[in-house]
């Protein structure tokens, strides 16, 4: 079946937008939903040669809110990929849902077409907080939603939910977490606030009703013991589960496998190409399926970059990353970076367990740092230390697609894959 693949839909519409929300979403926009949905169905069209190459265990219908978008398009979409013929029949189908939005018809709709994963988008369980950062649920629509689920029949649900909120204290987060936990969802992911330029939030950034830094990372170390005594194992930053319960979907990301994706804003990373498509739901559209580009940004990935996505995203899960799967992948010299490690285990941020460096709880509070230490490491001496990543380093450089060569590149694409195989 050769390699595997995951699909990504991106739905950007929703009722309305959230106050913290940097995603590419719309509100107001339905008109366009019909035309959208004939454009990601002729996508997905087009791109069954490059599929054929993989077998596909993953689809995620992210947003926006895919649920907002209705069951029966939904369903249209993942009929489509099936028709290609690479879906496994075991594959994980997951779609993002909300509280207000989640209606058992649609729910019931969906796991009989195959969808065997929910997300639902919590944020809170006070509803004071709820109408600040500008949900349209209460925790009423919560338990209902998560009722209806399971009368759907689906037995693999992920609760999302934010801490470090307005006026956010962690009693508050505890509550929450309490909460959460007795609707016994198989999977939490747990975000800090990350208050973006241009989202209606970013007036809190620096004001005293955010909780400070202290306060944000009191919570972060909080939700790490309290899950874990509760059975929901750490397995990356920000995510938790019950043991055989991981998002597969999401580990692609952070394993560095390959995902395509369909729609507006969407971003795809297949053998060694990486590229994104426009935000931009109109242009999409006519792009698709008329003459012009759709295509944003597009660039090959070089073996140097891949050493640095390595470390970083290996390290972001508590899998960690390993002297000997580095040098197997990329041929690098792991020593620099041990070095760093060593020293983040006195520190008391990191340790090693058989051949494989991790961060613990306090680690990945301060990660960023830490992993931007580690890279800078590893840039003083791989170009000095193998010759093929100086070669790498040489010719590494953006490609800038011309306009209207979207099938040129997806000819020359599936050609390089064929040669590979």
Same mark, same amino acid.
């Given at each position: 079946?050769? #390699?595997?693949?995951?699909?990504?839909?991106?739905? @950007?519409?929703?009722?309305?937008?959230?106050?913290?929300?940097?995603?590419?979403?719309?509100?107001?926009?339905?008109?366009?939903?019909?035309?959208?949905?004939?454009?990601?169905?002729?996508?997905?069209?087009?791109?069954?040669?490059?599929?054929?190459?993989?077998?596909?265990?993953?689809?995620?219908?992210?947003?926006?809110?895919?649920?907002?978008? &209705?069951?029966?398009?939904?369903?249209?979409? !993942?009929?489509?990929?099936?028709?290609?013929?690479?879906?496994?029949?075991?594959?994980?189908?997951?779609?993002?849902?909300?509280?207000?939005?989640?209606?058992?018809?649609? !729910?019931?709709?969906?796991?009989?077409?195959?969808?065997?994963?929910?997300?639902?988008?919590?944020?809170? $369980?006070?509803?004071?907080?709820?109408?600040?950062?500008?949900?349209?649920? #209460?925790?009423?629509?919560?338990?209902?939603?998560?009722? #209806? $689920?399971?009368?759907?029949?689906?037995?693999? =649900?992920? =609760?999302?939910?934010?801490?470090?909120?307005?006026?956010?204290?962690?009693?508050?987060?505890?509550?929450?977490?309490?909460?959460?936990?007795?609707?016994?969802? /198989?999977?939490?992911?747990?975000?800090?606030?990350?208050?973006?330029?241009?989202?209606?939030?970013?007036?809190?950034?620096?004001?005293?009703?955010? @909780?400070?830094? %202290? /306060?944000? $990372?009191?919570?972060?170390?909080?939700?790490?013991?309290?899950?874990?005594?509760?059975?929901?194992?750490?397995?990356?930053?920000?995510?938790?589960?019950?043991?055989?319960?991981?998002?597969?979907?999401?580990?692609?990301?952070?394993?560095?496998? %390959?995902?395509?994706?369909?729609?507006?804003?969407?971003?795809?990373?297949? &053998?060694?190409?990486?590229?994104?498509?426009?935000?931009?739901?109109?242009?999409?559209?006519? &792009?698709?399926?008329?003459?012009?580009?759709?295509?944003?940004?597009?660039?090959?990935?070089? @073996?140097?970059?891949?050493?640095?996505?390595?470390?970083?995203?290996?390290?972001?899960?508590?899998?960690?990353?390993?002297?000997?799967?580095?040098?197997?992948?990329?041929? &690098?010299?792991?020593?620099?970076?041990?070095?760093?490690?060593?020293?983040?285990?006195?520190?008391?941020?990191?340790?090693?367990?058989?051949?494989?460096?991790?961060?613990n709880s306090s680690g990945f509070l301060l990660?960023? !740092?830490?992993?931007? $230490?580690?890279?800078?490491?590893q840039a003083g001496t791989r170009v000095a230390i193998n010759p093929w990543m100086?070669?790498?380093?040489?010719?590494?450089?953006?490609?800038?697609?011309?306009?209207?060569?979207?099938?040129?590149?997806?000819?020359?694409?599936?050609?390089?894959?064929?040669?590979?195989?």
């Open positions: 079946m050769g #390699n595997s693949l995951g699909i990504y839909f991106h739905i @950007p519409f929703c009722a309305s937008k959230c106050g913290y929300c940097d995603f590419y979403s719309l509100t107001g926009c339905d008109r366009l939903m019909p035309k959208y949905q004939d454009a990601l169905l002729e996508h997905v069209r087009e791109s069954f040669p490059a599929m054929k190459l993989y077998s596909i265990d993953t689809v995620y219908f992210g947003g926006g809110t895919p649920s907002y978008y &209705g069951a029966e398009r939904l369903c249209e979409l !993942l009929n489509e990929v099936k028709s290609s013929g690479r879906l496994l029949k075991d594959a994980e189908i997951t779609v993002e849902v909300n509280p207000d939005s989640a209606h058992p018809k649609g !729910l019931a709709r969906l796991r009989k077409e195959g969808v065997n994963r929910i997300s639902l988008g919590v944020q809170s $369980a006070n509803n004071d907080i709820l109408k600040i950062i500008g949900r349209r649920h #209460n925790w009423i629509q919560v338990q209902n939603a998560m009722r #209806n $689920a399971r009368e759907a029949g689906f037995d693999n =649900i992920s =609760i999302d939910l934010i801490y470090g909120l307005p006026s956010q204290t962690k009693s508050d987060w505890a509550e929450t977490l309490a909460r959460a936990l007795e609707l016994r969802p /198989e999977h939490l992911s747990c975000y800090a606030l990350t208050l973006e330029k241009g989202t209606p939030m970013y007036k809190y950034k620096g004001s005293p009703f955010l @909780p400070n830094d %202290d /306060e944000q $990372a009191d919570m972060y170390l909080y939700t790490v013991d309290y899950l874990e005594h509760y059975g929901y194992k750490q397995y990356e930053i920000s995510n938790f589960a019950i043991s055989g319960f991981e998002s597969q979907h999401n580990l692609r990301y952070w394993r560095l496998k %390959d995902y395509l994706g369909f729609g507006a804003g969407a971003h795809s990373s297949m &053998g060694g190409t990486r590229f994104s498509y426009v935000k931009d739901a109109d242009a999409y559209i006519c &792009g698709v399926l008329g003459e012009s580009a759709i295509v944003e940004e597009y660039e090959q990935i070089t @073996p140097l970059e891949r050493t640095s996505e390595y470390i970083m995203l290996g390290m972001r899960t508590t899998k960690g990353i390993s002297a000997s799967e580095y040098y197997e992948l990329y041929r &690098g010299d792991f020593a620099p970076i041990e070095k760093v490690l060593i020293e983040f285990e006195e520190k008391g941020w990191a340790y090693k367990v058989e051949d494989r460096w991790r961060f990660s960023n !740092l830490l992993i931007n $230490a580690l890279l800078e490491a100086q070669k790498a380093f040489d010719s590494e450089e953006k490609i800038e697609l011309p306009l209207g060569d979207d099938e040129k590149f997806t000819e020359a694409y599936t050609k390089k894959r064929q040669n590979l195989v």
